[in-house]
């Protein structure tokens, strides 16, 4: 293992020369001694990866899918909701004495906000929609606190068209968001994730093709009062905000990271518990390939002909 701390941020050419250094020279890593290489998907490291490949061809690059998943909600589009965020944040990172009123409050710290991790806001914005009843009185009855952010605030609530539009869009972020939410924190979990990480991938898509939000349908419907066109209305408005999430998650992992899923996906194979349920042939043997340091005929060959008789020894563990 070797860690390093460094006195300032690299470039992609410098942070290439540094890995080479680390893996080649200090370590005598052979150029198919290096198998994978995991990052965020920061450019400057897809880039310095890239080049690092020269030397090391079979290393299966790896782009972090938590970090992926967690920049999702970046990509939602509020029209009210966005600027309560801004001011909200604002003032309870600012200022101790709102944290303060709003646990004498209301019984419960908000939850804190962290600029590097964006599911901090979905926290603190799901212990608002639970507490909203008190969110406005809130506001009103501490004047003498962080004032310029708080009228700011109170401007959102005395426009009608903004205040119900709020809670609407809350929910929305509450509905959709909590299944990223999930996902973000289940791939950055401990254990051999190269196992679960499809099924994790696999249960954001579903839960999106599920369609269940009990948030807005419960809002529109008692906005609507028993009109169908309004309740269809606003339940479009609500997904509109998060439909440009759902296309950056799907641009990802359905076309950049799409051999990368496909590997993670035969990857199951070398799992005991799950290969007697995939019930692998050939062709599923050859999905290994997208692996890099598998893409081999003889190893291939070699997989397919010991299948029958893993799987045998698997039936037998069972």
Not at 50 to 58: D, T, V
Not at 97 to 119: E, I, Q
Not at 173 to 180: A, P, Q, T
Not at 283 to 295: G, K, T, W
Request: charged share 20%; hydrophobic share 40%; aromatic share 12%.
């Amino acid at each position: 293992m070797s860690f390093q701390t460094l006195a300032k941020s690299l470039k992609n050419d410098e942070l290439a020369k540094c890995l080479l250094e680390c893996l080649a020279v200090n370590y005598s890593i052979k150029p198919t001694g290096l198998l994978a290489a995991m990052k965020d998907g920061a450019a400057v490291n897809e880039a310095a990866i890239r080049q690092i490949q020269f030397y090391f061809p079979q290393a299966f690059s790896v782009t972090s899918f938590s970090h992926t998943i967690d920049n999702v909600g970046k990509h939602f589009e509020f029209r009210v909701l966005d600027k309560f965020i801004m001011y909200w944040t604002a003032m309870f990172s600012n200022s101790p004495a709102v944290r303060l009123a709003w646990k004498d409050r209301t019984g419960k710290a908000m939850r804190s906000h962290s600029n590097t991790r964006w599911w901090s806001q979905f926290e603190m914005m799901k212990q608002v929609f639970e507490y909203y009843g008190d969110v406005e009185p809130f506001l009103g009855e501490n004047d003498h606190l962080a004032p310029a952010t708080r009228g700011h605030l109170l401007e959102l609530f005395n426009n009608q068209n903004d205040a119900t539009d709020l809670k609407l869009e809350l929910a929305a972020l509450i509905d959709w968001g909590v299944h990223f939410v999930t996902g973000t924190y289940n791939l950055e979990g401990d254990g051999p994730l190269v196992f679960t990480c499809y099924e994790h991938l696999s249960t954001i898509v579903n839960a999106i093709s599920v369609g269940s939000f009990p948030n807005v349908e419960a809002l529109a419907c008692q906005r609507a009062d028993g009109d169908q066109r309004l309740f269809n209305e606003f339940t479009v408005q609500a997904k509109a905000c998060i439909n440009p999430g759902f296309g950056f998650f799907q641009q990802k992992f359905s076309n950049e990271f799409h051999s990368v899923v496909r590997a993670l996906r035969s990857a199951r194979l070398c799992c005991p518990i799950q290969v007697q349920q995939l019930r692998p042939t050939a062709a599923s043997v050859e999905e290994l390939r997208n692996f890099s340091f598998l893409d081999d005929d003889a190893t291939i060959a070699s997989l397919v002909y010991e299948l029958p008789r893993y799987l045998a020894k698997q039936m037998a563990f069972k």
